[in-house]
Structure formats: structure tokens, C-alpha cells
């Protein structure tokens, strides 16, 4: 039996939105067809992709990496199918792209490189600045669209956004510590052992958000704004912390172990996405920027609807790194 087109992308589905259910809204479906389709995913590769939960779904090491590679099988054929759509003449101009430092050191660079293979008449610039630095810019025109957090994003007045990508956190723990034993890990548990804090991208800000959420407290140790720190503390056993799939990778520069565990209570993925003034009128380049980027990570075109004020009370809950 192969695997069908159909079948990556009710995974894709469920596994960015957390939950069967609106998988199935979102591509106007049935729960039960979106249910078994995964299920006929599973037994073809022969690997459990989702962990079924009370709240939802959550995305096993397995399904983690067919998950990437379903994005580029989705993304490559939505470029083929929107190319005999696209006009005969190739498009020119410049658009002004603002990045926060997650997004740019492990989000954006091979979609940039895609994008300029694919208009090679478009200049990007580019430009690294903090999410409150780049949502001022945006609303005064500075720049033409941001790719960041959206699930930091505070000006939702101003701003629309559009979630591209939802990256689960998970427990990063080295190879040979205790909590390894268990598959999932409740959030009590973790807080008794030494703990590493990033602090880049509002992380330490915005992550004590699920913590005071149960009245409880990390055993910080260490604060950093560098991610290889945190890999490298966590790897060599000095301390625990929690992070995003999007910046996970399972060695740390001396070649240690990095193993993840499921976290038990409820904590907010991290959410990627593109974020633009309200009344914005996009030039045809800025046009041609969201477009791909929207087929580019989940093939399936717009990812989500932009979010309007009503929905506030989600990019409150969701948040950083």
C-alpha cells in the first residue's frame, strides 16, 4: 500500500493544530476521515506519528520527523501546482522582511533560499530585530511583513497574522537522567531538578506563564541567550528545560545525547507565522512573499485565517520559545 497526498496532509493537520477535531475543521472533513487517515498513515509507515491525549494530540519522536518530511512533500507539490498558475511574465520589486532571532536562525533560511530560486526578480531585505522593535515597524511602514512569534505578537490591534507553523515543547533532558524512565512528565515533577533558561525571543518571560499557571517555579540555574548553551548544559546532565520541536536536535556540540519527553499538563506550542499592518495594500512582490511562504511550510496554502482582535485570548496563551 503507498502513501496517499491525502493522508500527509490530515497528518500535517493534526499535528500543527494539536487536535483531531479541528483538523477536521480546518479542512472541512469529517473527524472520522481525518482519524483514518492517520491511522492507514501509521500502519503503511509502521510507526505511531500521534500520541492520543485527553486534550488532543501530540507529535512522537517518529512522527517529528516524518512531519518534516511531509511539509516538503506538501510544500513541493502546492509550488508545482501554483506555477501553471502563475502569469507569464516573472515578477520584479523589493519587500522589506522583518525576523526575529528564532526565525532566522532555524526557520527561515531554507525557505529564503527556495523563494529566491523560485523569483529571482524580487530582492528580499532582510532585517534581525526583537518582536516589539519589528511590530513598530511594521505598523509605521518600516516594513512589509514580519516573519516571527505570532504567538508573542502584542499589537493585535494593528497587526493581522497568520500561523504558518504550531511547534509542540517537550521536556529536553540528557540521555541518562532519571525522568527518562517515564514517556510523559508532569510539569511538578520537572520542577524539582536543576533547570536551564533561555531567555532569547522573550522565552524566560513568556514561559513562566505556564509555570505560575499551577503555582509552580522552575530550579533555575543558569540564564542564557544562546540555544547551543541550553543543548549543551541540558546534554552534558548540568540541567533540564523545555523548548520548542523547531530548535530541537538530538546532539549537542560535543556530541552528546538530547532526548526529549512529553510534558503531561497543558503548555502552548510555539507558534511561527507572518504578521502585516491591517490596512496594508501588499506591492505584487510583498504579494508573491506571503503566498509562498504560506504554500511553503504546510503546502496546503493559508495555514490559518488572520487573527482578529476576537482572537486575543489565543496569542495571550500561546507564547516564545
Given at each position: 500500500?503507498s502513501?496517499?497526498?491525502?493522508?500527509?496532509?490530515?497528518?500535517?493537520?493534526?499535528?500543527?493544530?494539536?487536535?483531531?477535531?479541528?483538523?477536521?475543521?480546518?479542512?472541512?472533513?469529517?473527524?472520522?476521515?481525518?482519524?483514518?487517515?492517520?491511522?492507514?498513515?501509521?500502519?503503511?509507515?509502521?510507526?505511531?506519528?500521534?500520541?492520543?491525549?485527553?486534550?488532543?494530540?501530540?507529535?512522537?519522536?517518529?512522527?517529528?520527523?516524518?512531519?518534516?518530511?511531509?511539509?516538503?512533500?506538501?510544500?513541493?507539490?502546492?509550488?508545482?501546482?501554483?506555477?501553471?498558475?502563475?502569469?507569464?511574465?516573472?515578477?520584479?520589486?523589493?519587500?522589506?522582511?522583518?525576523v526575529?532571532?528564532?526565525?532566522?536562525?532555524?526557520?527561515?533560511?531554507?525557505?529564503?533560499?527556495?523563494?529566491?530560486?523560485?523569483?529571482?526578480?524580487?530582492t528580499?531585505?532582510?532585517?534581525?530585530?526583537?518582536?516589539?522593535?519589528?511590530?513598530?515597524?511594521?505598523?509605521?511602514?518600516?516594513?512589509?511583513?514580519?516573519?516571527?512569534?505570532?504567538?508573542?505578537?502584542?499589537?493585535?490591534?494593528?497587526?493581522?497574522?497568520?500561523?504558518?507553523?504550531?511547534?509542540?515543547?517537550?521536556?529536553?533532558?540528557?540521555?541518562?537522567?532519571?525522568?527518562?524512565?517515564?514517556?510523559?512528565?508532569?510539569?511538578?515533577?520537572?520542577?524539582?531538578?536543576?533547570?536551564v533558561?533561555?531567555?532569547?525571543?522573550?522565552?524566560?518571560?513568556?514561559?513562566?506563564?505556564?509555570?505560575?499557571?499551577?503555582?509552580?517555579?522552575?530550579?533555575?540555574?543558569?540564564?542564557?541567550?544562546?540555544v547551543?548553551?541550553?543543548?549543551?548544559?541540558?546534554?552534558?546532565?548540568?540541567?533540564?528545560?523545555?523548548?520548542?520541536?523547531?530548535?530541537?536536535?538530538?546532539?549537542?556540540?560535543?556530541?552528546?545525547?538530547?532526548?526529549?519527553?512529553?510534558i503531561?499538563?497543558?503548555?502552548?506550542?510555539?507558534?511561527?507565522?507572518l504578521?502585516?499592518?491591517?490596512?496594508?495594500?501588499?506591492?505584487?512582490?510583498?504579494?508573491?512573499?506571503?503566498?509562498?511562504?504560506?504554500?511553503?511550510?504546510?503546502?496546503?496554502?493559508?495555514?490559518?485565517?488572520?487573527?482578529?482582535?476576537?482572537?486575543?485570548?489565543?496569542?495571550?496563551?500561546?507564547?516564545?520559545?
Amino acid at each position: 500500500m503507498s502513501v496517499s497526498l491525502k493522508q500527509i496532509r490530515y497528518f500535517v493537520a493534526a499535528a500543527e493544530t494539536g487536535r483531531i477535531s479541528q483538523a477536521a475543521i480546518d479542512l472541512n472533513v469529517s473527524q472520522s476521515a481525518v482519524t483514518a487517515a492517520i491511522q492507514q498513515l501509521e500502519a503503511i509507515v509502521c510507526a505511531r506519528l500521534l500520541e492520543r491525549t485527553p486534550t488532543g494530540v501530540t507529535v512522537t519522536m517518529e512522527g517529528s520527523r516524518f512531519l518534516s518530511q511531509g511539509r516538503q512533500i506538501l510544500a513541493s507539490v502546492a509550488e508545482a501546482v501554483r506555477g501553471t498558475h502563475i502569469s507569464a511574465g516573472p515578477l520584479f520589486g523589493t519587500v522589506r522582511i522583518g525576523v526575529t532571532y528564532t526565525v532566522s536562525g532555524y526557520f527561515l533560511p531554507r525557505h529564503q533560499m527556495r523563494f529566491q530560486a523560485s523569483f529571482p526578480g524580487i530582492t528580499v531585505e532582510l532585517y534581525e530585530a526583537p518582536r516589539d522593535v519589528l511590530e513598530r515597524a511594521v505598523v509605521d511602514g518600516a516594513l512589509d511583513l514580519a516573519v516571527m512569534l505570532v504567538s508573542n505578537l502584542h499589537n493585535n490591534a494593528m497587526l493581522a497574522s497568520e500561523t504558518l507553523l504550531r511547534s509542540p515543547r517537550r521536556l529536553w533532558l540528557a540521555a541518562d537522567h532519571p525522568l527518562t524512565r517515564a514517556e510523559r512528565v508532569h510539569l511538578a515533577e520537572i520542577a524539582t531538578y536543576p533547570y536551564v533558561m533561555l531567555t532569547v525571543d522573550e522565552a524566560s518571560h513568556t514561559s513562566m506563564r505556564y509555570w505560575n499557571a499551577l503555582s509552580l517555579e522552575p530550579r533555575t540555574i543558569f540564564r542564557t541567550s544562546s540555544v547551543e548553551a541550553v543543548r549543551s548544559m541540558v546534554a552534558g546532565g548540568m540541567g533540564i528545560t523545555i523548548l520548542s520541536d523547531l530548535v530541537y536536535r538530538p546532539w549537542s556540540l560535543e556530541g552528546q545525547r538530547i532526548e526529549t519527553r512529553v510534558i503531561e499538563n497543558e503548555v502552548p506550542s510555539m507558534d511561527v507565522g507572518l504578521a502585516w499592518r491591517r490596512d496594508t495594500q501588499f506591492s505584487e512582490a510583498a504579494k508573491a512573499y506571503r503566498d509562498f511562504m504560506r504554500f511553503a511550510v504546510a503546502g496546503v496554502g493559508p495555514a490559518r485565517p488572520p487573527v482578529g482582535i476576537d482572537h486575543r485570548q489565543r496569542s495571550d496563551e500561546a507564547i516564545g520559545i
